[in-house]
């Protein structure tokens, strides 16, 4: 008897070391995989955040500045994606844009990953899947999976109260590791605060006209499929939403206001604290939903769930969703494309921000698919890959 129970204690210690293990394994490949970019041929330049300032060099966050400067004057825009990891369609926006994108007049800045630290993060007790993949016929494009607040690796300790700077205005102690709740950031904060300060650096030294902010959002929340403005974005917005509703969108794209007394967001802070316009965009992810079914790459990619569905059916939800889903080709090309119509209005109403592109796919093209629109990092020459 003595024998028989050592014997189970022995396999239960070997077996929990084989569990850590493979957790250790798992848990290190999701922080440290880097996702390959491919950057298209007209690109001009690739900085780092850092070369704005200092204040975030040798982290995490410290991510690639795509350029794309066309040599010929007119207007500035500022693209990003990944505030929130878990908004995975900010990242696959930005990333088609950085690949194929060719500027003819003024200039255009990518950050295909602006909270990387949020990336190698997770949802405790969600069940989220560590990465997402894309079918490009060649192979699959791989990115990580995340959250919405930074790794706590790499920003410690939370406060009690997240005190704002440099409104003063209490908010969750974890917004602190929320990109979207530290603008316009402070020097000698936490990992998210920097962030925002050497991008505020980088609005100001380079006169950035235009920002543009990727969300994404569940189905029971009220700014859904929204373009959120700074009060003097409100007539390039407006105008943007009324064009796009009567085509090609079969689900409207309305506006609203970004909230005067609200600190912190993209779309308040850098409005108050720069002289460029910002602009959040937010799409349908059913993913997000509190009442939706199992969790994995399936319904994040294919937006399908029948528990959704039925809150529908109890108009308890913000957007509409059928059996077709809210899919990630519909969700990107949503972005894109309101991304392109907020240039082409900003052009007609600011004519010396004149900004003017070529080589990105139609909306009715990405709906079809994503896959001509990314490109193999193992036939790429080495000199246009990049990594985020």
């Known amino acids: 008897m003595k024998n ?47 070369d704005y300032s200092d204040v975030i060099k040798g982290t995490v966050n410290d991510c ?18 990944r505030s929130h990891p878990e908004e995975p369609v900010g990242i696959m926006a930005c990333q088609l844009l950085v690949e194929n994108l060719k500027v003819t007049q003024g200039r255009v800045f990518i950050i295909d990953s602006l909270n990387t630290s949020a990336s ?17 016929g060649w192979g699959n494009m791989k990115w990580r999976f995340g959250d919405r607040a930074g790794n706590q690796l790499d920003s410690w300790p939370d406060p009690e109260v997240y005190i704002h700077y ?35 650096q980088m609005i100001q030294q380079e006169h950035i006209d235009l920002a543009i902010d990727l969300h994404e959002a569940e189905l029971e929340y009220s700014v859904e499929n929204t373009i959120v403005f700074h009060q003097r974005g409100e007539v390039v917005g407006s105008m943007v939403s009324m064009d796009l509703t009567a085509s090609p969108f079969d689900v409207a794209i309305t ?23 910002p602009y959040t965009f937010e799409v349908a992810e059913p993913m ?29 939800l913000y957007a509409p969703i059928d059996e077709n889903g809210w899919p990630i080709e519909k969700r990107v090309a949503r972005h894109i494309t309101t991304i392109l119509k907020t240039i082409e209005w900003n052009n007609m109403i600011n004519p010396t921000q004149t900004i003017q592109v070529e080589g990105i796919p139609s909306y009715e093209d990405m709906c079809k ?18 990594y985020d």
């Open 4 to 50: 028989k129970t050592t014997i189970i204690k022995i396999v239960a210690v070997a077996l929990a070391i084989v569990m850590m293990a493979i957790a250790g394994y798992m848990f290190r490949e999701h922080r440290t995989y880097k996702e390959p970019v491919v950057v298209s041929e007209y690109i001009t330049e690739v900085k780092k955040l850092s």
């Open 64 to 81: 690639n500045v795509y350029i794309f400067d066309s040599g010929v004057p007119g207007g500035t825009i500022l693209i990003w994606g």
């Open 120 to 136: 190698t993060n997770t949802r405790v007790g969600e069940a989220y899947p560590r990465f997402f993949t894309y079918d490009c």
């Open 166 to 200: 440099p409104s003063g205005q209490n908010l969750a102690n974890v917004d602190v590791r929320n990109i979207n709740r530290t603008w316009p950031g402070k020097a000698n904060g936490l990992m998210t605060e920097r962030t925002n300060y050497a991008a505020m």
């Open 255 to 277: 506006c609203n206001y970004s909230p005067e007394a609200l600190h912190g967001l993209s779309h308040r802070e850098i409005g108050d604290w720069s002289d460029c316009v």
């Open 288 to 316: 997000l939903d509190r009442i939706r079914g199992i969790t994995d790459e399936a319904l994040l990619m294919e937006g399908k769930d029948r528990f959704v569905m039925m809150a529908g059916e109890h108009k308890l």
């Open 369 to 386: 698919s994503l896959a001509p629109y990314y490109y193999d990092p193992a036939t790429a020459p080495a000199d246009r890959i990049y």
